[in-house]
């Protein structure tokens, strides 16, 4: 059947509600969050596959700070599904159920994005310079 914007918003909520039912804890506030972005790996290219999606994972959330937006980091990567069976289904095997993820992908972590509720005042700057060392 021809996509319809009505049966595309249905499939696209109907998602998002999937996508917040990964894990039965911090992942349910993704059903109103207007965006989310799935930030993956491929394993068959590097083993550094985590330290490269974390490291993209971080500078999107900068990205979407710039712009004004808010995001919030929700782990898919090691996570069980149920929190009361951690040898249970894993988030990212329920995520393959629905989403087209290539099979040598491997999921870190859901970016969810929106606009803040509130602005957030920085944190004061303080000296950490104790837990810096320096090679020379």
Not at 63 to 90: F, I, M, Y
Request: hydrophobic share 40%; with cysteine; net charge negative.
């Amino acid at each position: 059947p021809r996509s319809t914007p009505s049966n595309c918003r249905q499939r696209q909520m109907c998602i998002r509600d999937s996508i917040s039912t990964m894990r039965d804890y911090g992942a349910s506030f993704m059903k109103d969050a207007p965006a989310a972005i799935l930030v993956a790996g491929d394993e068959s290219v590097t083993d550094l596959w985590v330290d490269n999606a974390s490291i993209s994972a971080t500078i999107l959330q900068l990205a979407a700070t710039d712009a004004g937006l808010g995001s919030c980091w929700v782990h898919v990567n090691g996570r069980p599904r149920l929190k009361a069976e951690p040898d249970g289904q894993s988030a990212e095997e329920y995520l393959r159920t629905f989403l087209p993820i290539p099979a040598t992908w491997r999921p870190l972590c859901f970016i969810a994005l929106g606009y803040p509720a509130a602005e957030v005042a920085p944190h004061s700057q303080k000296d950490d310079s104790d837990k810096v060392i320096w090679v020379e």
